[in-house]
């Protein structure tokens, strides 16, 4: 079957750097995609990687290693505003894609 | 970036009735169009992928004589929820990839549905 596994839940300190990992087990790989969303709103694209590596995008960095069927979503000088549900979603070659179960970001002050 | 809307944004109906939802983009044209369904601290389900001028493709296990859906433009998808029951309630959100940028999808705000 297919699956991506993530920790359900991150505790993190304002100001602080949180990574939320990923692994993945998929018949078809098309690129690793980070969402966020928030409490009663709709996921809002954060990242994508198709390739190995790095991606930087302000403060969130996202990473890929195809070989290791793994990615993460590092998010650095941690806000208030961060707390949210983070998933990441594997694309497949329909441009469909396939969820993770979501972790919830708590930040304390 | 991409606009998706979609209407209404909750609703509460009887159990029995039907209820439809528009998911639009408002500036870009959507050949496909995805609808999900959510669970509270649930991720998001794929129900069916919405294919413009073609019949949708249902998920597995997703009835699509109860989940009709309809692509009649190149901007506007319905899922109309026939003779809704409570097990129906949950929030509906559509997505659409637009296609300058494949590799992101554009969510609608999405639709909370409460059936009583």
């Known amino acids: 079957g297919q699956s991506l596994e993530q920790p359900s839940e991150v505790t993190a300190v304002e100001g602080a750097i949180v990574q939320i990992n990923c692994t993945y087990q998929?018949?078809?790989?098309?690129?690793l995609s980070w969402y966020q969303q928030h409490d009663g709103g709709a996921p809002t694209f954060l990242s994508y990687?198709?390739l190995d590596g790095l991606e930087e995008t302000g403060r969130f960095s996202s990473f890929l290693s195809r070989s290791d069927s793994y990615g993460y979503l590092l998010l650095q000088e941690l806000q208030m505003k961060d707390s949210a549900s983070y998933f990441c979603?594997?694309?497949?070659?329909?441009?469909?894609?396939?969820w993770g179960a979501g972790t919830k970001l708590i930040i304390k002050p | 970036g991409a606009v998706v809307s979609q209407h209404p944004s909750w609703v509460i109906c009887k159990s029995g009735t039907s209820v439809k939802i528009e998911c639009r983009s408002l500036?870009?044209?959507?050949?496909?169009m995805f609808w999900y369904r959510q669970f509270p601290k649930q991720s998001l389900m794929l129900m069916a992928t919405?294919?413009?001028?073609?019949?949708?493709?249902?998920e597995q296990g997703v009835e699509k004589d109860k989940f009709l859906i309809n692509h009649a433009s190149l901007t506007l998808s319905t899922l109309t929820v026939t003779s809704a029951h409570p097990e129906d309630s949950s929030f509906y959100i559509c997505?659409?990839?637009?296609?300058?940028?494949?590799?992101?999808?554009?969510f609608g705000p999405g639709t909370r549905l409460t059936v009583l």
């Open positions: 997505s659409a990839p637009t296609s300058g940028r494949l590799n992101e999808q554009f």
């Open positions: 500036d870009f044209q959507a050949t496909t």
């Open positions: 919405s294919n413009e001028g073609s019949k949708a493709t249902y």
């Open positions: 998929t018949s078809g790989f098309y690129g």
């Open positions: 990687n198709g």
């Open positions: 979603a594997v694309r497949d070659s329909n441009y469909q894609l396939i």
